[in-house]
């Protein structure tokens, strides 16, 4: 057995060198199942999970939870009181990692008078060396070190580390499989995650997706279908369509010849109220995807398209493989099909070798592509990726400089696409008490506009309902109920 700095039952450690490699084999099928000796594992225990990223870690930690509930676990509300705390973890910027330091170091103290606590680390985290070694040699108290291709193997990483009271490692470097048949534990009633695709072949220059989350692979058309088929008959009333790249569903297929755009033509036939997806990529937004969007009914007029940087040359250096001007192309397509439909993105301010001439072409794209809102990043290294070696000559005070007149202009852009709707009656999938308070509830449009309107009607959530909206702000729409 190998040993670093402390005991370990050393399964797999991770490396970025194999993550890269794409072999194409064939993509394995794995139909989840618990094996006799788990399936009591946890009863009278109490489990917990931490969710940092994207929606792609929203849906996993979902099976991780039905998984750790079909071996015996509960769950339960105090992370510091569970048998079993997990934290899924998220690798594309750096001050992700840096709330999971924070949260290991609360969990420590709780750690020494609870010995036999199990203290979990998944997700895209561990896939890179550095995290892993540095979780490793620096956080002894950790007891099960996993990746994003192995969740199936839960239960049997947590009785490893009940069994041998060692650090149990098992990252997979390598291009994923598909995972099937798992249990689910949704956090909601009415909205739900749906994978249709996993990982990334893109290798954005800036990005570790690829590397963390290995090759695109697509489920089978008709595992999706009976998914959503399953979320309506249970009243689901909204979902999500999820994809590292989603809109390349289905080019590992059959030589691609069903696309992302004949499945949205499927899963409108089903007859859920809402579907929406994220997030595409702009190269891969083809004519029929538009065109369904345009045309099916369930389809919802948002669409969250990013770009990154508005200047031809950074978006090259990049590796986005699109220009800027094939990009609003796509963007002017959308509007002439779906003249109603709010547009929103993501940019990153400050890439390595950017000038503020090249930043500058970014602004004039977000009024030309008539945003209706952004998520807007300083440039964050990556180890491993191609950008981290990148010259990097702009100071980050001067990119903070750049990235609040960045803000200014994608707030307004915010504002406009609220404004629009002021005097109009829209349709809110009601989701709770506003998170302000003062007796209003709150819930989205088609738009995917956040609006709040006065009512204290917990037996509202979960449903339709019609506001005429009033007031326009900055990150939400106000209303009143129309009864």
Request: proline share 4%; with cysteine.
């Amino acid at each position: 057995m190998a040993k670093l700095d402390k005991d370990i039952e050393q399964i797999f450690l991770p490396s970025l060198k194999t993550a890269r490699m794409r072999k194409n084999l064939p993509t394995e099928i794995i139909n989840f199942e618990v094996d006799d000796e788990y399936k009591n594992l946890g009863i009278g225990k109490t489990y917990y999970i931490y969710t940092y990223g994207c929606q792609g870690n929203m849906a996993d930690s979902e099976i991780m939870a039905g998984i750790l509930e079909k071996i015996g676990y509960t769950y339960s509300k105090d992370p510091i009181n569970a048998d079993v705390v997990l934290l899924n973890t998220c690798a594309v910027r750096e001050n992700a990692e840096q709330r999971i330091w924070g949260v290991l170091g609360q969990l420590k103290g709780r750690k020494r008078t609870h010995p036999d606590m199990i203290i979990g680390i998944c997700g895209c985290m561990p896939q890179e060396e550095k995290a892993t070694n540095k979780l490793i040699n620096s956080y002894e108290f950790v007891d099960i070190i996993f990746g994003t291709h192995n969740r199936d193997h839960l239960p049997k990483l947590i009785k490893m580390a009940y069994d041998t009271k060692e650090t149990v490692v098992e990252v997979l470097s390598n291009e994923g499989c598909i995972l099937e048949n798992t249990p689910k534990i949704r956090e909601s009633e009415f909205k739900a995650w749906v994978h249709i695709m996993y990982g990334c072949d893109e290798f954005c220059t800036y990005c570790i997706v690829p590397y963390t989350r290995g090759k695109e692979r697509s489920r089978k058309k008709e595992d999706i279908l009976n998914e959503i088929k399953e979320l309506k008959e249970k009243g689901y009333k909204e979902i999500t369509l999820l994809g590292q790249n989603v809109n390349a569903y289905g080019k590992d297929l059959d030589n691609g010849k069903y696309t992302f755009g004949d499945l949205l033509i499927d899963i409108d036939k089903i007859g859920i109220n809402r579907v929406r997806f994220t997030s595409p990529h702009p190269r891969d937004m083809d004519e029929k995807a538009m065109q369904a969007m345009a045309n099916c009914k369930s389809i919802m007029p948002h669409l969250h398209f990013p770009v990154q940087s508005g200047n031809d040359r950074v978006l090259k250096i990049m590796n986005r493989k699109y220009t800027r001007k094939e990009y609003l192309d796509k963007v002017n397509r959308l509007y002439e099909l779906i003249p109603n439909i709010s547009i929103t993105t993501d940019i990153i301010v400050g890439f390595p070798g950017e000038t503020y001439e090249e930043f500058k072409d970014t602004i004039s794209l977000v009024k030309e592509a008539r945003f209706e809102g952004a998520y807007t990043f300083i440039y964050s290294k990556r180890e491993g990726t191609p950008a981290a070696v990148m010259d990097d000559p702009i100071s980050i005070e001067e990119k903070h400089l750049w990235f609040d007149e960045l803000c200014k202009a994608t707030n307004e852009g915010y504002l406009k696409g609220h404004e629009r709707f002021v005097g109009e009656i829209v349709e809110v999938l009601v989701e709770g008490p506003a998170k302000s308070g003062n007796n209003m509830m709150s819930g989205y449009t088609p738009n995917n506009k956040l609006t709040h309107f006065e009512s204290t009607d917990n037996s509202l959530i979960g449903k339709f309902v019609n506001v005429k909206i009033t007031k326009a702000n900055t990150w939400f729409m106000i209303g009143d109920l129309v009864e």
